[in-house]
C-alpha cells in the first residue's frame, strides 16, 4: 500500500498541514505525506484515523464538499456504511451523489442530522476496506517496490480526483483505460476517464495532409509547467463546463478569492497568447474546421466524439481533451447536453420565432429547413427541435396541426441566471430562495419564477410529483408555476416567518432543501449574503460582490455596477438595497 494520507485526503496537500497534524506521538515528521497507508492505519487505528478526519472538516474544512475531502467515497457502495446517521442523510439528501456534495457545514445546518458521528461513519466505512487490504511492510533493509502490482479501488478513485497533486509520478499500475471497458469494474485500469461510447454521427475534423500533430503532446509542452495553484485553477475553472467559485477554490487552498481570479486571468492570458503563436496555426486550424462542423449549436456528444484524441486525458493538466477544445473554441459554451455559439436561451427564441412567423404552420422536414438558416445543421437540426421549450411541430400525417409556438411569448427570463431569487451554490445547481411568509406556512401554495420552473423540466400546463423527505411535492404549471404546498416541510425544518428556503432537485428528481433562519440583525454585507446561501463569518464588501456575482452566474472579476446592473435585471431589489 505505497500511498499516504495525503494522496488519499487531498486537501492536506493545500493545508497547511505540518500546523494542524504535527507532533502525534510515535510517527515520524511529515508523517501524512511520508508514512505509508499500510503502515499508518495499524499505527493509528481506523476509529482513531476517521475521528481525525471529521475533526479536520467540520473545523479546517467546512466549506469542502465530504466527496472532495474523501474522494474515495464516490466508489464506496452505500451499503458499506452501514449506520442510522448515515440513512438519515441520504433521505435529507436525496441519493448519495447528493450527501457527498453537501460540506461539512452545510451537514450541520441539515435538521436531524449529525454531523460529525455521520463523517465518522463515513470515513471509518472507507478505511475499514483499505486496511483489509493492508500487507504487511517490508523489513526496513529491504528497498520498497516504486508502485504495488495493484492498489485498492478506492485509493485509485483518490488519485483520479480533480485535487490530486499535478506532475508527480503516477503509480505503474495506472494504465490508460480501455474505451469500451465496463464503467463499474473495480479492477479497471485507473487510466483516465472516457464516458460512455457514443457513435459520431458524422465524419470527424481532419486536417489537410498526413502529418497531423499531434495535439495534445503539442497542449502538454505548452502546460506542463504549471504550479500547483495555477494547475488547480486550470483545471476547475478554466478547462471544465462546469467551474467551481472562485470562493471554494480558495478555502480549498487557503490563498485569498482575489487571488484565485488573478490567477486565472494570467492562464487565460497566456492560453490567448499561445492561441495566437507561430507554433498553434495547426491548431487553430484544427478550432476552424470544428467550428464548421459543429454549426451553431451541436449535441456535447459531437464534440467529444469530433476525434479520437478528445476523449484523452491531457497529464499536464489532468483534464480530458475535449474541455481544453471547448476552453479554445471562440464564442461557445455548454448549455445542459448542448454545445452552443452564443447564448442558448435567444437561439431558442430565434428558433421559435422562425417557426411562429411562418406562412402557414410547418411540417417537421419544412422546420427542418428553417432552423438550418440559423446554422444549425440537418443531422442535429430535428433533436434540436426536440429540445426547444414551447414549441410543436405539425405531424408529418396530415393530422390537423397544434399551434407551433403558444400565442403568448416565451416566459422570460427563461435563462435560470436571470432569475430573480435564484442562485448558483457551490455543487454547480441553480437553488430558488424562497422568502417564508404565513401563508406558505399555512400550506398555501409557493411560486416559482418561469425561469426556474424550466430549469426543473416543467413546462406550461405540466404537472410533475417529485419526492421530498417529507412526502411527495407537487409542481404544476396552469397560469403560472407553483409548487402546491410546502407546509410540511416548512414544519419538518421549524421554518418561521422571515426565514428562508432554498429549493432544487437531484440528478434523481428528488427535492432537496436548505432551511437558514431569519436574519435582521447584523451588518448588511453578512446579511446579503445570507440571501445568497453565503453563511461563512466574516468578509467585506469586496468579498459580498465576488460571492454574489458567481452565483449569479457571472464569472471572472466583475466590477461593482456590473453587478449591480445585473442585480436590477434580475429583479433582485433586497440585494440592491443591503449592498448599497
Known amino acids: 500500500m505505497n500511498f499516504c494520507l495525503s494522496d488519499l485526503v487531498p486537501p492536506l496537500r493545500w493545508s497547511d498541514a505540518a500546523t494542524i497534524l504535527a507532533g502525534r506521538a510515535g510517527l515520524p515528521d511529515a508523517w501524512w505525506r511520508s508514512l505509508p497507508m499500510g503502515r499508518l492505519l495499524p499505527a493509528f487505528g481506523v476509529d482513531a484515523l476517521a475521528e481525525l478526519l471529521t475533526d479536520l472538516t467540520l473545523e479546517q474544512w467546512p466549506a469542502a464538499a465530504v466527496g472532495d475531502v474523501l474522494p474515495a467515497l464516490h466508489v464506496l457502495d452505500p451499503d458499506d456504511a452501514d449506520d442510522p446517521q448515515v440513512g438519515i442523510a441520504l433521505d435529507r439528501a436525496g441519493s448519495w451523489p447528493g450527501l457527498l456534495a453537501l460540506t461539512g457545514r452545510e451537514l450541520t445546518e441539515q435538521p436531524f442530522v449529525k454531523a460529525r458521528p455521520l463523517l465518522a461513519a463515513l470515513y471509518s466505512a472507507v478505511l475499514t476496506k483499505l486496511a483489509a487490504t493492508v500487507v504487511p511492510s517490508r523489513p526496513a533493509v529491504e528497498p520498497e517496490p516504486e508502485a504495488p502490482a495493484e492498489e485498492p479501488y478506492e485509493t485509485k478513485a483518490a488519485l483520479k480526483t480533480p485535487y490530486r497533486a ?218 434540436w427541435l426536440e429540445n426547444v421549450p414551447q414549441l410543436r411541430i405539425q405531424s408529418p400525417n396530415g393530422a390537423a396541426p397544434a399551434p407551433a409556438a403558444p400565442a403568448a411569448p416565451p416566459p422570460r427570463p427563461s435563462d435560470v441566471s436571470q432569475t430573480h431569487r435564484c442562485f448558483r451554490q457551490p455543487d454547480g445547481r441553480w437553488w430558488l430562495r424562497v422568502d417564508v411568509d404565513a401563508g406558505h406556512l399555512a400550506g398555501t401554495s409557493v411560486g416559482l419564477p418561469e ?77 446579503a449574503l445570507r440571501l445568497v446561501g453565503y453563511t461563512a463569518p466574516g468578509g467585506n464588501s469586496d468579498q459580498a460582490d465576488r460571492v454574489i456575482a458567481t452565483r449569479i452566474g457571472l464569472t471572472g472579476p466583475t466590477p461593482p455596477d456590473e453587478l449591480r446592473a445585473r442585480l436590477r435585471e434580475r429583479g433582485d431589489r433586497d440585494l440592491l438595497s443591503l449592498l448599497g
Open 166 to 383: 499535478p506532475f508527480e509520478t503516477k503509480a505503474q499500475s495506472e494504465e490508460p483505460a480501455v474505451a469500451d471497458a465496463p464503467e463499474e469494474a473495480d479492477d479497471e485500469p485507473a487510466g483516465p476517464p472516457t464516458g460512455p461510447p457514443v457513435a459520431p454521427v458524422v465524419p470527424q475534423p481532419r486536417l489537410t495532409g498526413d502529418d497531423d500533430p499531434d495535439f495534445p503532446e503539442l497542449i502538454d509542452r505548452v502546460f506542463a509547467s504549471l504550479d500547483d495553484q495555477s494547475w488547480m485553477v486550470a483545471q476547475n475553472r478554466v478547462f471544465t463546463d462546469s467551474p467551481t467559485s472562485p470562493e471554494s477554490l480558495s478555502k480549498l487552498l487557503g490563498v485569498p478569492a482575489s487571488l484565485i481570479e488573478v490567477t486565472e486571468n494570467t492562464l487565460r492570458a497566456r492560453l490567448k497568447e499561445w492561441l495566437a503563436s507561430p507554433p498553434a496555426a495547426r491548431y487553430r486550424g484544427y478550432l476552424l474546421n470544428l467550428t464548421d462542423l459543429l454549426g451553431v449549436a451541436a449535441p456535447k456528444s459531437r464534440l467529444v466524439n469530433a476525434a479520437e484524441w478528445h476523449t484523452r486525458e491531457l497529464p499536464s493538466l489532468d483534464v480530458l481533451a475535449w474541455q481544453f477544445v471547448l476552453a479554445t473554441l471562440p464564442g461557445y459554451q455548454v448549455s445542459g447536453d448542448w454545445v452552443v455559439q452564443g447564448d442558448l436561451a435567444e437561439l431558442h427564441e430565434r428558433t421559435r420565432g422562425l417557426i411562429v412567423n411562418a406562412d402557414r404552420p410547418p411540417t417537421v422536414s419544412r422546420a427542418l429547413e428553417l432552423v438550418s438558416s440559423l446554422g444549425i445543421h440537418p443531422e442535429v437540426a430535428k433533436e
Open 451 to 527: 425561469g426556474f420552473a424550466l430549469y426543473l423540466g416543467l413546462s406550461p400546463g405540466g404537472e410533475r410529483t417529485v419526492r421530498s423527505a417529507a412526502g411527495d411535492v407537487t409542481m404544476t404549471w396552469r397560469e403560472s408555476p407553483a409548487i402546491d404546498s410546502l407546509g410540511r416541510i416548512l414544519s419538518e425544518v421549524a421554518a418561521k416567518e422571515g426565514s428562508h428556503i432554498f429549493l432544487t432537485l437531484s440528478d434523481e428528481g428528488m427535492l432537496r432543501v436548505r432551511h437558514l433562519p431569519a436574519a435582521n440583525s447584523g451588518d448588511t454585507i453578512a446579511r
